[in-house]
């Protein structure tokens, strides 16, 4: 069963600012929500994690409201090598410690 | 080592065949995932391994796929009489601890049945 729901795919162009959000209705007090980025032919790699409010680093913001129903990636001026694919996680509900990736969201970034 | 490691990193093998794909973790990482991924989907969790616990095998498509990890350390997930559907990229990761949200990925094997 799907935990997380987030666009199929989302299409944006150079230098723009792009925002993928996730919902998470089942989240559990303790968990964190965590984003993933995937290029082709390539395992996922971590890029941020939060448990409210806000978190930025040097790649993206996530933005999380006070239910924390649902989270924002941010990415910044977007270029075209962050074409990949973006994977929202939290825990499972009930304690499952195993990462469970969704489809994740597919971001194509155009000239 | 620096990262995890997967090898081989292409594999083609007759149908029926049997196949073994190796991950070497980060070093100190206690948990172990493999997860298994077909083109344009997601990753599909096959099997974790957590210290010296007996590992959750939850995932794992049907009796012929099984994983070992060996000291702690390096796991190999074993596939018997390969099938076409089996034909995937299977990832490896680790993380430092059971809980911690951040994975490492290794760059995966990608299975060809033919």
């Known amino acids: 069963l799907a935990k997380t729901t987030q666009p199929i795919s989302m299409d944006s162009y150079e230098g723009q600012e792009?925002?993928?959000?996730c919902s998470h209705n089942n989240i559990a007090t303790n968990d964190y929500i965590t984003w993933y980025q995937q290029f082709p032919s390539?395992?996922?790699?971590?890029?941020?994690?939060?448990?409210?409010t806000k978190?930025?680093?040097?790649v993206a913001s996530l933005f999380?409201?006070?239910?924390?129903?649902?989270?924002t990636l941010s990415l910044p001026r977007v270029s075209?090598?962050?074409?990949?694919?973006?994977?929202?996680?939290?825990?499972?509900?009930?304690?499952?410690?195993?990462?469970?990736?969704?489809?994740?969201?597919?971001?194509?970034?155009h000239p | 080592g620096a990262g995890v490691s997967q090898s081989p990193s292409n594999k083609v093998t007759e149908k029926g065949k049997d196949v073994e794909l190796r991950c070497d973790?980060?070093?100190?990482?206690?948990?172990?995932?493999?997860?298994?991924?077909?083109?344009?989907?997601?990753l599909e969790f096959l099997i974790y391994f957590q210290g010296n616990s007996a590992p959750d095998?939850?995932?794992?498509?049907?009796?012929?796929f099984s994983a070992e990890r060996t000291g702690g350390s390096v796991?190999?997930?074993?596939?018997?009489?390969?099938?076409?559907?089996?034909?995937?990229?299977?990832?490896?990761?680790?993380?430092?601890?059971?809980?911690?949200?951040?994975?490492?990925?290794?760059?995966g094997t990608r299975l060809t049945v033919v």
């Open chain 1, 80 to 109: 075209l090598s962050d074409t990949a694919v973006y994977y929202c996680l939290v825990r499972e509900s009930g304690g499952s410690y195993i990462p469970t990736f969704g489809r994740g969201t597919s971001l194509i970034v």
């Open chain 2, 25 to 42: 973790p980060i070093s100190g990482h206690t948990a172990l995932y493999w997860y298994r991924q077909s083109l344009g989907q997601g």
């Open chain 2, 57 to 64: 095998k939850s995932g794992l498509p049907s009796d012929r």
């Open chain 1, 64 to 71: 999380i409201p006070a239910d924390r129903k649902s989270s």
């Open chain 1, 18 to 21: 792009v925002n993928i959000t």
């Open chain 1, 42 to 52: 390539q395992g996922p790699r971590f890029i941020i994690q939060g448990y409210k």
């Open chain 2, 75 to 107: 796991s190999t997930l074993t596939i018997q009489r390969t099938q076409q559907e089996d034909s995937a990229v299977y990832l490896c990761a680790s993380s430092l601890s059971r809980g911690d949200t951040e994975a490492f990925f290794g760059q």
């Open chain 1, 55 to 58: 978190v930025t680093n040097e």
